[in-house]
């Protein structure tokens, strides 16, 4: 019954390849995030969807493409896999977009390995 | 200049003692605020909301200056399980893409 679910935990690749980040939640929000946290634990918006329409991009490069397929689901995959992407990618959720006091609700988080 | 700005550390403190963290931000549009906790190798958690008048949760109090643009994080009597990094969340008031801004964190470690 796990809220915000995101698979897998570990990912340990090589520089070049291609990799897909799955996330669901079962909370029934309408919004949901990407985030990277860096090594230096700086915790970073990356995308954000509400009702599967992406509302934020920040300045990422175009080899991450985020995709929802439904509100419950929103998938980051990412081309051409660089050292620099090595880091910690949270997907979160929350019940409206925008309203100050709904809180964010965290998956465990994917470490990604780049070698 | 950072949006959102902590000082990280590390806090180094025994149990029962308190300790206070403070956080700045940039934006005077800033509406809502809020602390986070994030424990090694695990996800942010919302710890507390932080209202104009402050507010009190337990051993934790939260405090807001707009004035000054700093909030702040007490913590009461700390115990070894509050050995955390504590994050600095701000949401602006308006614009067409709202988002909360996190601070990079203080690290806290209570020791027996």
């Known amino acids: 019954d796990t809220a915000v679910s995101q698979t897998p935990k570990y990912l340990v690749t090589q520089m070049g390849n291609d990799k897909s980040i799955k996330c669901e939640q079962n909370l029934g929000h309408d919004t949901m995030y990407w985030y990277k946290q860096d090594s230096k634990k700086f915790l970073k918006i990356m995308f954000s969807y509400n009702n599967k329409e992406l509302i934020i991009n920040e300045t990422v490069p175009n080899r991450f493409s985020p995709k929802s397929p439904d509100k419950a689901h929103l998938n980051l995959h990412i081309n051409s896999l660089e050292l620099g992407d090595s880091a910690v990618y949270f997907c979160?959720?929350?019940?409206?977009?925008?309203?100050?006091?709904?809180?964010?609700?965290f998956g465990d988080g994917t470490r990604l390995s780049i070698l | 200049r950072k949006e959102v700005e902590q000082d990280p550390g590390p806090f180094n403190v025994p149990e029962g003692a308190t300790v206070a963290f403070n956080c700045t931000y940039s934006n005077s549009a800033s509406q809502s605020f809020f602390w986070y906790r994030q424990d090694c190798r695990k996800e942010p958690k919302l710890l507390m909301s932080v209202y104009s008048s402050g507010n009190e949760d337990g051993r934790f109090t939260a405090q807001l200056n707009r004035a000054s643009q700093y909030i702040s994080l007490l913590i009461r009597d700390s115990k070894l399980s509050d050995s955390a990094t504590y994050l600095c969340v701000v949401l602006p008031r308006s614009g067409s893409a709202r988002q909360l801004t996190f601070g990079s964190g203080t690290q806290l470690t209570v020791l027996p």
């Open positions: 979160a959720s929350s019940q409206v977009y925008g309203t100050g006091n709904q809180p964010q609700h």
